[in-house]
């Protein structure tokens, strides 16, 4: 089971509203849990040892950190309805965000930048691979929503983007 078709799963599981889902195959036993909208826990993928060793081990389920939620005012009100002009570029998988390829390289994408089909916007590790987030839209970058190599959840929002 390759990592795309991991992802497939924890969306399909989103999706359907299952409190967990459990699989077990020759080499991998993946356990999905969905909480509430408060406390989302994550999934949780275990190589399993080959079948001479009987080894169990338990990994504890990754937390999401709620939002804050800023005090209502006519200036938020405003910021709200100017963003929905925007497209969000959310996050496809759980894992640590970096917006350099490496520590001694520029970013990716700053705010301003404009962006087209295909590019780059930032890399996700997740399980030991870096994985290329791309954009699926063009148009100039309005917001960055998450801070160099910090850790995001299956569909948090990562950029704002002006489609115009």
Do not use: H, W
């Not at 399909?12 to 459990?22: D, L, P």
């Not at 989302?40 to 338990?58: D, F, R, Y």
């Not at 497209?87 to 087209?116: A, C, H, Q, W």
Request: one cysteine or more; glycine letters at 4%; proline letters at 8%.
């Amino acid at each position: 089971m390759d990592l795309k078709e991991i992802q497939n799963l924890i969306k399909f599981v989103a999706k359907s509203g299952a409190s967990e889902v459990k699989l077990e195959m020759d080499d991998i036993k993946i356990t999905i849990k969905t909480g509430s909208e408060d406390t989302k826990e994550t999934t949780i993928v275990q190589q399993l040892p080959p079948a001479g060793n009987t080894i169990i081990s338990q990994a504890a389920p990754v937390q999401a950190t709620p939002a804050a939620t800023p005090s209502p005012d006519a200036a938020t009100d405003t910021a709200v309805e100017d963003n929905s002009k925007y497209i969000t570029i959310k996050s496809p998988i759980i894992g640590t965000l970096y917006r350099k390829p490496s520590p001694d390289k520029p970013t990716f994408v700053e705010v301003g930048d404009t962006i087209k089909e295909g590019d780059v916007l930032c890399i996700i590790e997740a399980m030991k691979l870096f994985n290329e987030i791309e954009s699926e839209i063009s148009g100039k970058v309005v917001k960055v929503l998450v801070d160099d190599a910090s850790p995001v959840e299956f569909d948090q929002p990562l950029f704002l983007v002006d489609p115009s």
